[in-house]
């Protein structure tokens, strides 16, 4: 009996997917006077897989489909990637959405992209793979993409020519991206400028606002000084208190007004015009 044959009207016939091998084997003995053969007949199976190309047949239809043999038969298998359509009479294979089908099949802070029998990775904004190992922002399947982790970019430290932040801003990095600030005594306008704000429009009544690039500086109006106990505070000055800081001549009374002073005529005299031309 035949290894893999069958039976057939007294006969071991090789069935479909088989073919007849016969082998002959020579028995010499020592002395090498005799030569015995014997012949070994077995049932070889046969790789339609690796037939099918050189006689220009396709045994699976679909395209996507590779062709795996078997004892005695072969079957159509859908490549990595794909799958098989339930219920297609024929096999057909369709396009596996990864990014679908399957959980973390990126790493953190990657986005998953789907290709026709495969997938790749892509940092999100503001990330990027570790530049020592790839200078791809797209890595597919094939290239580890799953192992591969997004790192942030910290944009604040671009050169002068790609720095981020207007004039006169801060750049602050966060994870994924980053923010201007504009630096004390400036704000951000419609075109995302930082521009100088004008302080002295919000200026005190007792005090003179000049405005600086920045900056500003107050200084108390004439009549007035800097309050020790809060400088951005003006005192009026009582110019009667010292008489190097007023006018008034003898028989005069010094009135303190805010701001500045007024001189009286003591009780007795008058005020005239030609002593007041006189002073």
């Known amino acids: 009996h035949m290894?893999?044959?069958?039976c057939l009207k007294g006969q071991c016939v090789c069935p479909a997917g088989f073919k007849h091998l016969e082998m002959i084997l020579h028995n010499t003995d020592r002395d090498e006077s005799t030569d015995d053969k014997m012949t070994l007949e077995s049932c070889?199976?046969?790789d339609e897989c690796e037939l099918a190309p050189l006689r220009h047949l396709a045994l699976c239809d679909d395209q996507n489909s590779d062709c795996v043999n078997t004892v005695g038969a072969y079957i159509c298998q859908c490549r990595d990637g794909y799958e098989t359509i339930p219920g297609s009479f024929d096999l057909q294979c369709k396009d596996v959405d990864e990014c679908v089908?399957?959980?973390n099949v990126c790493s953190e802070n990657a986005i998953c992209v789907n290709f026709i029998g495969s997938y790749g990775c892509q940092c999100q904004s503001g990330f990027e793979f570790d530049p020592l190992l790839t200078n791809k922002t797209l890595l597919m399947e094939s290239d580890g993409a799953r192992d591969l982790i997004c790192h942030d970019i910290d944009e604040c430290l671009f050169d002068a020519d790609e720095y981020p932040c207007?004039?006169?801003?801060?750049?602050?990095?966060?994870?994924?991206?980053?923010s201007c600030e504009c630096d004390p005594g400036f704000m951000m306008n419609e075109e995302k400028l930082c521009v100088n704000i004008n302080e002295c429009?919000?200026?005190?009544?007792?005090q003179s606002c000049t405005d600086n690039i920045g900056s500003y500086k107050c200084s108390c109006f004439a009549g007035f000084q800097?309050?020790?106990?809060?400088?951005?505070?003006?005192?009026?000055?009582?110019e009667c208190s010292d008489d190097s800081l007023n006018s008034c001549q003898f028989n005069e009374n010094?009135?303190?007004?805010s701001p500045s002073y007024d001189?009286?005529?003591?009780?007795?005299?008058r005020f005239t015009e030609e002593i007041a031309k006189m002073t």
């Not at 006169?168 to 994924?176: E, L, M, T």
């Not at 800097?226 to 009582?238: A, Q, R």
């Not at 001189?263 to 005299?269: I, K, L, R, V, Y």
């Open 226 to 238: 800097v309050d020790l106990e809060d400088d951005s505070k003006c005192l009026d000055i009582d």
């Open 254 to 257: 010094c009135v303190n007004a």
């Open 201 to 206: 429009e919000q200026s005190p009544g007792q």
């Open 3 to 6: 290894p893999n044959s069958v």
């Open 166 to 178: 207007p004039e006169n801003a801060v750049c602050i990095n966060k994870a994924g991206s980053f």
């Open 263 to 269: 001189c009286q005529c003591d009780e007795g005299f």
């Open 44 to 46: 070889m199976d046969i």
């Open 101 to 103: 089908t399957e959980d």
